[in-house]
């Protein structure tokens, strides 16, 4: 399968007094994200942690429509709360890769010149 896009939630310290809570959701994250590889809407879950201050996980799927049907699951949705009262700096993005990298660089470089940013 082509990973063409990806999810990367990261994250600070926990917000002091919520560092249970704060653990229970990285746990719970791990395990959901797992069940979602298992049933192949996207990559194992790649996790990142700094030594200090927090990490990211990136969760590489085949497009953008996949990280949108993802991130709509109830699931996902009451996770990402819970992450957002017990850790700081909590951050949601969306990247794209390989084929859907290209397109939006052709696009991108079809408007610069447009625009007379970009010569040809």
Partial sequence: MKWNAALVLSYGKPVP???AKAMEVFADG???????AAD???AEPEVFNHLVTGGM????TESM?????ILEMDEIRRM?????FTVEDFDVEMFVTGEHLMEAMSLYTAIGTEL???SA
Avoid: N, P, Q, W
């Avoid at 791990?30 to 979602?36: C, D, E, Q």
């Avoid at 996980?57 to 590489?60: A, D, M, R, T, V």
């Avoid at 990402?80 to 957002?84: E, T």
């Fill in 17 to 19: 007094g919520r560092e």
């Fill in 30 to 36: 791990l395990t959901m994200f797992g069940k979602l």
């Fill in 40 to 42: 192949e809407k996207c």
């Fill in 57 to 60: 996980f990136i969760i590489k």
């Fill in 65 to 69: 429509e996949a990280i949108h049907h």
């Fill in 80 to 84: 990402l709360d819970v992450a957002m």
């Fill in 116 to 118: 007379g940013y970009i």
